[in-house]
């Protein structure tokens, strides 16, 4: 029984990975589908892999108007997103810097294949360092506010994290990260973040004069910064986070000398293991090609023995959608020790420490 | 169970809901096990603690909580409140106004307020004198045709109208009385059964009313322009910023093939006539 709910619970990820797979599926099938995948945020995403691979027109009615509702959503998400990357542009215009697009916002402006049928809960960027607080108060000045008022919060993330507090735009109710790296400093990777400034790629064929500076990561960078986010991260969005990846993959993963770049990327960024962590699970859920070195290559780097078979059994679990359908005391645990590790691997056990005490006494206020 | 244009499954241990289920929804169909099922959702304790101290219940749509949970005994207008909240956040389909919708003659009229403006008052006393029910709270608004699409669930009625409803006759009947609510006491009326039969007909609209109720006021009705009734519905548009382009050219089609109309009153025996009366002149 409860291997048969185990493999119940990636339901989405299999018609994700074989979209003829909905052929077999009865009402009830397709209730489950829809449900993990509206949990997942993964409707568009779901909607264009179906119509891709033929089998949008076996969904019943009901379960199809799920589908193309997300997928017109989709739609005007990408408008949106446009919409907001220029009024970020106009704000920043006068401080004559380079700025680039991370996740989202960078499938969509770059025209990735990623950015198909995706929604966008806000928009990413990152700037030098040495220009954080003209970029700051020239957003502020155009509108936009802390969403983060709490002192404490607001030293956390400027002491330690990797962006500054999230900012909200007084009008639109749009949200900005506004990052100077693509991981925590107290994570003890540090990634050059000069090197990816200097490596990002222009943004093409939009035609607007304010995104002259935009631009977004290599792809190289843009892969090893996804696969940092979903494998240093508590999992939150883990399948769409993962299925991103996937379509990054994809995309890329046929140029030829892109697999040895990405290696020689992953070594000097310190990212080697996020890496490896994402082509095992890439191509275990999705199918993901993979040149057969390479798969060889991510496995053999994994740890080994009772470390990597808990780490396994974890993540396997973790990228599970965040649904009743899966939500097996298994699963529960296997989330609460994913949320353990992303706070392990992001700080040192000295600022853990007195992070989680501030947390636990303000939530006795 | 049919909830609008959704199908929920609906679990719970509950007492208060089963109760409610049996009296306010007795003539909804059951929908067949293995039929496909929009949205599955529970109302349970939150925890293994919150079911024996203090207890309290949450409200579950497809495991996830979009409220914080509420004591124990308001099971019943907590899962009311998770249902309108499944349909409003999702319909897409559909502009979503926050109305009361009523049918005679084929046509529709509607009532949008903010709350306590004794809305669901005036609905319920339009039921009784003959009018049917769409919807209590959720005008569905379909996006292609502008016809309004019957939800037909129970009235939510509050504080004082509870016995002004209940005083309307043998036909009105009530669920259990829920004290203490954020929104003080709270009892729901069953929707008559011609308007659940009737729950996949919609109906074009021709009338536009904002109710107030004036505790001891006397009847004045008044018309509205187009565009200031434009702009108070925008803020009664659950989904309008969310749809964009296809909202506005929605609510303008409304606003274009309706009488509009704001109408302050201080009883139901002064507002009900005259509604009538409005909508009898307007149907000849």
Known sequence: ?365 | MPCGPFVVRIRTCSEGIADGLHRLYRDFPLIPEGDFVDFEVEVRAPGLLRSVVRPQVGFYCEGRAPFKPLPRHQAFPMLEWGLNWVISTHAHDHLVLHAAVLERGGRALLLSADPGSGKSTLCAGLVHSGWRLLSDELALVELATGRVRPVARPISLKNESIEVVRALGGDVELGTVCPDTTKGAVAHMRPPVDSVVRRHEPALPAWLVFPRFVRGGQLDLQSVGKAQAFMEMVRHAFNYGFLGGSAFDALAGLLDRTTIMRASYGDLGQIVPAIDRLTAADGR
């Open chain 1, 1 to 365: 029984m409860k291997r048969g709910l185990r493999n119940e619970g990636g339901l989405i990820a299999a018609v994700l990975a074989d979209p003829a797979r909905a052929h077999d599926l009865d009402a009830a099938g397709w209730s489950m589908l829809i449900g993990q995948a509206r949990n997942a945020d993964m409707l568009g995403q779901l909607h264009f892999r179906l119509a891709s691979g033929g089998a949008l027109g076996c969904a019943p009615q009901a379960a199809r108007r799920h589908l193309d509702l997300a997928w017109e959503l989709s739609c005007r998400h990408r408008d949106a997103v446009r919409w907001e990357v220029f009024h970020i542009a106009t704000a920043l215009r006068k401080l004559d810097l380079p700025v680039v697009l991370l996740k989202g916002a960078a499938y969509c402006l770059g025209a990735l294949p990623a950015a198909e049928g995706r929604v966008f809960n806000d928009v990413d960027i990152m700037v030098p360092h040495a220009a954080l607080t003209a970029v700051e108060y020239a957003l502020l000045d155009a509108g936009w506010i802390p969403q983060v008022a709490n002192d404490y919060d607001q030293r956390y993330y400027r002491r330690w994290m990797h962006e500054i507090p999230p900012l909200e735009h007084k009008s639109r109710g749009t949200v900005l990260d506004v990052h100077h790296t693509i991981v925590p400093p107290t994570s003890g990777v540090v990634p050059d973040a000069g090197e990816l400034l200097r490596r990002a790629l222009p943004i093409e064929g939009e035609g607007w004069q304010e995104l002259a500076g935009f631009r977004v990561l290599a792809p190289e960078d843009m892969i090893l910064h996804s696969a940092a986010h979903l494998f240093f991260n508590e999992f939150h969005k883990g399948l769409r986070d993962l299925f991103d990846l996937h379509r990054l993959l994809e995309h890329f993963g046929c140029r030829d000398d892109f697999w040895a770049l990405l290696r020689g990327r992953a070594e000097e960024t310190g990212l080697s293991q996020p890496l490896a962590d994402a082509v095992v699970h890439c191509e275990r859920v999705f199918r993901t090609p993979l040149p057969e070195a390479e798969r060889a290559r991510a496995r053999a780097s994994l740890p080994e023995g009772v470390v990597g078979a808990m780490r396994g059994w974890m993540l396997r679990r973790a990228l599970l959608p965040d649904h009743p359908s899966c939500s097996t005391t298994d699963v529960s645990l296997a989330r609460w020790m994913a949320f353990v590790r992303s706070h392990w691997l992001r700080m040192p056990p000295g600022l853990l420490a007195i992070h989680l005490l501030h947390k636990a006494v303000r939530a006795k206020e």
